[in-house]
């Protein structure tokens, strides 16, 4: 049987299939570029204030508990 002597019209079955199909959403750029920059500039500022911030034992450990022997 030839396609173009079909009961069904083509067009109108394009045009249901095309309803059926899901709508394709593009992801916004933006909101992604933002939360990733935030992440960016939180890990630099955390590294950075690491690296200032003052040593967290400031009293040097006596030399008995290093295990020298004591002179």
């Known amino acids: 049987m030839?396609?173009?002597d079909s009961?069904?019209?083509s067009a109108a079955l394009a045009y249901a299939r095309a309803l059926l199909r899901k709508p394709m959403r593009r992801q916004k750029m933006g909101p992604v570029l933002i939360a990733a920059a935030f992440a960016a500039?939180?890990?630099v500022t955390f590294a950075v204030v690491m690296v200032?911030?003052?040593?967290?034992?400031v009293q040097h450990l006596p030399s008995d508990r290093l295990g020298d022997?004591?002179?």
């Not at 200032?52 to 034992?57: I, L, S, T």
């Open 2 to 4: 030839n396609p173009a």
């Open 7 to 9: 009961a069904l019209d």
């Open 41 to 43: 500039f939180s890990a």
């Open 52 to 57: 200032m911030a003052p040593p967290a034992v």
């Open 69 to 71: 022997p004591p002179s």
